[in-house]
């Protein structure tokens, strides 16, 4: 992360809001280069994932979030970690929704921009899954496979898969808008 953001002349304190989404080890790893960012978790995952999971989960606790993580959120960060609600509008123009579908803790995080609504995801891995309702192949739930993606369809008007190289295709400068 500090070289992809010094290629745009940011640091890792220059950061102010970092989402998690999904509280797995390769999404989480390095959170803790982010110092005076407000760390944002879904309340649902942090619950289900972490804390209280419902039904035992296909990998052990410590690959969704390593100990020096989970250690470092509960201590030196747990003052900047704000647990998000199933919907929230986190900042005027960013709001986030619970999604599942690939862990508890993914949500759905949607930005308004003068091109539209932007709706970013791990729930979906590449642009096909919602443009042709293919599912992931590692998910929790049809049920909110059917949900989400329907919702996503409804109201993003650019979708931003988090996993899909063809997002630098659609955009080869990195820019959205």
Request: charged share 30%.
């Given at each position: 992360?500090k ?8 640091y ?19 959170v ?77 995080i ?68």
């Amino acid at each position: 992360p500090k070289e992809a953001l010094k290629k745009v002349g940011l640091y890792p304190e220059d950061i102010h809001y970092v989402f998690l989404t999904p509280l797995q080890d390769y999404a989480v790893a390095n959170v803790d280069l982010f110092t005076k960012a407000k760390i944002c978790i879904s309340r649902r995952g942090w619950i289900e994932d972490v804390v209280a999971p419902k039904y035992e989960l296909h990998v052990p606790r410590e690959l969704r979030i390593p100990n020096k993580i989970l250690i470092h959120l509960l201590t030196e960060a747990w003052d900047r970690v704000h647990l998000l609600e199933d919907e929230e509008e986190v900042l005027p123009g960013i709001r986030v929704f619970w999604a599942g579908v690939h862990h508890r803790s993914s949500i759905a995080i949607c930005i308004n921009t003068k091109k539209g609504r932007i709706i970013a995801s791990d729930c979906f891995f590449k642009y096909e899954n919602i443009e042709k309702n293919i599912p992931i192949g590692v998910m929790e739930s049809f049920e909110e496979f059917f949900r989400t993606y329907s919702r996503i369809r409804r109201e993003a008007d650019i979708l931003l898969p988090l996993y899909d190289p063809e997002v630098l295709k659609r955009y080869p400068d990195g820019k959205i808008v």
